[in-house]
C-alpha cells in the first residue's frame, strides 16, 4: 500500500500538511471557478452560451460544496484570501465576457488547463490511505476536462489575442494556487 507522503525527505511537508495544503487550494479553487461563472453570467445572462455556462457553474458548484464540507471535516483552515478570490474571480469572468462569447470560452480552456494539471498532481501525490479524497479529484478533474473541452468546442482558441489572453490567465492561476496552498 502506498501511503500519502510516504517519500518524502526531511524538509518535505508532513502528511497532514500535504492534505491540509490539497483542501485549502482546492475549496479556494472552486469558490474562484464559481464567481468566474458568476461573472461571466453577469454579463451573457441571455446569450447563446447561457445554457452551457450554467452546467458548469452547477458543477463547479458541488465541488464548491464538497470541499467546503471537507474543511470543515477535517478542520482545515480556509484560505485567508478568500474574500479576494471573491472579487478576482468574478472579475476576472465578467472582463473575459465582456471582451465577447469567445473570450469567456477562452477563459474557461485557460483555468481548466491549469486545473487539470494541479489535479493531477494532486491526485499523484495521494495515497492509498487517502484513496476517498483521491476518487473525488479524480471525478472532478474529468468534469474540469469537459468543461475544457466545451471551451474549445465553442471558439476559445478564436478569441482575440487568444495565445496571451491564456498565457495571462494561466499565470494568475499558478500565482493563486500557490498563494493559496499557503496562506
Ligand atoms: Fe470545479
Ligand atoms: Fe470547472
Known amino acids: 500500500m502506498r501511503t500519502t507522503a510516504q517519500d518524502r525527505i526531511p524538509g518535505d511537508l508532513s502528511r497532514e500538511q500535504v492534505i491540509e495544503r490539497i483542501l485549502r487550494v482546492d475549496q479556494a479553487g472552486e469558490l474562484g471557478a ?12 441571455k446569450g447563446k452560451s447561457a445554457p452551457l455556462l450554467k ?17 470543515s471535516q477535517r478542520r482545515v483552515r480556509p484560505t485567508a484570501l478568500s474574500p479576494l478570490w471573491h472579487v478576482a474571480g468574478f472579475v476576472l469572468g465578467a472582463g473575459t465576457a465582456l471582451l465577447g462569447e469567445k473570450a ?8 481548466e488547463e491549469t ?15 487517502e484513496a476517498d ?3 473525488t479529484i479524480e471525478t472532478f478533474r474529468a468534469e474540469e476536462i469537459e468543461h475544457r473541452d466545451i471551451g474549445l468546442a465553442h471558439g476559445a482558441e478564436q ?5 496571451v489572453l491564456s498565457a495571462a ?3 494568475g ?3 493563486a494556487i500557490w498563494l493559496s496552498e499557503r496562506v
Open 159 to 163: 478569441a482575440p489575442g487568444y495565445p
Open 55 to 71: 452546467r458548469m457553474a452547477a458543477q463547479d458548484q458541488t465541488h464548491l460544496e464538497t470541499f467546503n464540507r471537507l474543511i
Open 133 to 135: 479524497l483521491r476518487a
Open 34 to 45: 464559481v464567481r468566474i461563472y458568476q461573472g461571466q453570467m453577469a454579463v451573457l445572462g
Open 115 to 129: 486545473i487539470d494539471e494541479h489535479y493531477a498532481r494532486q491526485a499523484e501525490q495521494l495515497g492509498d490511505d
Open 173 to 175: 492561476c499558478r500565482l
Open 104 to 111: 469567456a470560452m477562452a477563459c474557461t480552456v485557460a483555468v
Open 169 to 171: 490567465i494561466k499565470t
